[in-house]
């Protein structure tokens, strides 16, 4: 079945460092993998995606790696601020079209 | 767009008592998702639709929840009777497909007394 392992569970980084995310998962069927943030009492929101298909993919200081081999995919965040402190999702999506979503990583980011 | 809107923002209710949560989706979008989400256990799917039929409702807790969409613009999880393990913050989430990013709501924080 569908399983997504998260670590670390915690990250703590100094202003300016980078925060890298990992995720792997069990399922080879697997083909779309998201990322969310969800801020404290808020919702989560979708930050970046990659398909299958890609094996990165970036967006300003966020990128998104993707080892189908190995099945694991991670978050890289660059010069990190403090408003990029959070609890960070991954997911991934099968053909059966439901996303499983890992533990969460709660990051922190002192300035 | 107004994004996905949820009803109401905070239920506290005693236990034993019907609860009815609803959810309004993006226009347009053809898959809506029930989530729960807690300290011990996460996020965890509870049911979703796509095109307003049930595809998956496998993470229903169990009979006292259920979930209804009776069009694309609508739709209820309702449980009955609550109990206190029942707290936690319910999300709805839609999407366009299946396969893409989903678009939570602000989530309905229940509260079972």
């Known amino acids: 079945g569908e399983n997504v392992e998260q670590h670390p569970s915690t990250l703590s980084v100094q202003e300016g460092d980078s925060a890298v995310i990992k995720c792997t998962y069990s399922d080879s069927a697997s083909n779309y993998f998201p990322w969310y943030k969800q801020e404290l009492g808020k919702r989560p929101q979708l930050i970046i995606d990659i398909r299958s298909n890609v094996g990165e993919k970036k967006d300003q200081r966020i990128a998104v790696t993707l080892n189908k081999t190995a099945k694991h995919f991670s978050l890289h965040i660059t010069e990190t601020q403090p408003e990029d402190s959070a609890v960070y999702f991954c997911a991934e999506n099968t053909n059966a079209g439901k996303s499983t979503f890992g533990d969460g990583t709660t990051l922190t980011v002192k300035p | 767009d107004a994004g996905v809107i949820q009803s109401p923002r905070h239920e506290v209710t005693e236990m034993g008592q019907e609860v009815t949560l609803r959810c309004k989706p993006i226009?347009?979008?053809?898959?809506l998702f029930w989530y729960r989400q807690t300290m011990m256990r996460g996020l965890e799917l509870l049911i979703y639709?796509?095109?307003?039929?049930?595809?998956?409702d496998s993470g229903m807790p169990e009979d006292r929840f259920s979930a209804k969409m009776p069009n694309a613009s609508f739709s209820t999880l309702k449980i009955q009777p609550s109990e206190p393990r029942d707290s936690a913050v319910y999300f709805c989430?839609?999407?366009?497909?299946?396969?893409?990013?989903?678009?939570f709501g602000s989530g309905t924080r229940l509260t079972v007394v």
């Open positions: 639709f796509n095109n307003n039929v049930p595809i998956d």
């Open positions: 226009s347009g979008h053809n898959s």
């Open positions: 989430a839609s999407s366009l497909d299946p396969n893409y990013g989903y678009t």
